[in-house]
């Protein structure tokens, strides 16, 4: 991606939480190509080693192995750090059904830690990961900030307080913080094992295996899927913006289009079949939809667009399409 607008990173001191997992390894690429001072922590419970690999030996590289759950962890990690991008949490809203209290331990005693050691070290600016999961029951599209609706699952209340959380420790305290509303983030290193894998890197693996994919429900579903660089450009311009009312703000992180499961299957097929013709002839299967689910997707990005310059570069076209390359060349 093009980084000529974030220069100004040069030199700071940032600290990415989860910085071993998908999203957060990408954040550190890019910062070290910025030439910022990158200090990473994660207790790899969802992230992994090989995603940092080849940052280990970077002289601006530092990488502390710790849990957020633990608040002199997060005082050690956030010591001396200009900016905050907090990006760790227990992801999944099956997940959250499964097991609500390691996830509200995690995604809300986890971020309180963090804010209060943010607080302490009296940082510029604390990025967060919030999530397109908080709008819930509200059934209009396209999704806009400030209409939100029920929670449908453990996860989604937990990543609605932390904007309660976040927005409280500015009026409280004055710590500027800035939620990013992750919509189906997708892209390389996403990792496609486990049981809590995101349905695009498990579609990949599958068709590469020849396996059918299963799909929840009649395939009518829709996500607004948002290719990693959107998302890491979206983190940049919310701790590089001098726009003061921009601060303090939630922001939907995606493109403002939406994709069928069904669609998408076609998408994968597509791509993944210029490397291996025999994909374009797996069928999917169907299966039940999946609890705490909701039906449609879709975001509006007009408010970042204004108060944050943001300018998505994928849309789900292009981003499957570099995603699967990546796949390819690491799973194939």
Known sequence: MNLEAFKTLEGKSILVTGGAGFIGSNLCENLLKLNAKVTCLDNFATGH??????????ENFTLIEGDIRDLETCHKACANQDFILHQAALGSVPRSIADPITSNDV?????????VAARDAKVTRFVYAASSSTYGDHEALPKVEEEIGKPLSPYAITKYV???????????????TIGLRYFNVFGKRQDPNGAYAAVIPLFVKQFIKHESPIINGDGTYSRDFTYIDNVVQMNLRAITTDNKDALNQV????VGDRTTLVQLTDLLKKYLSKYDA????????????RK???PHSLASVNKAKHLLNYQPTHT?????EEAVEWYWENLG
């Open 49 to 58: 080693k090989h995603n940092i690999a080849p940052f280990l030996k970077h």
């Open 107 to 115: 995604n809300v005693g986890g971020f309180l830690n963090m804010l």
């Open 162 to 176: 932390n904007e309660l959380y976040a927005d409280n420790f500015f009026t409280t305290y004055g710590l500027n």
């Open 251 to 254: 922001y939907n992180t995606a």
């Open 278 to 289: 025999k994909i374009a002839e797996v069928n999917v299967v169907h299966g039940p939809n």
């Open 292 to 294: 705490g689910d909701i």
């Open 316 to 320: 789900i076209d292009n981003g499957i």
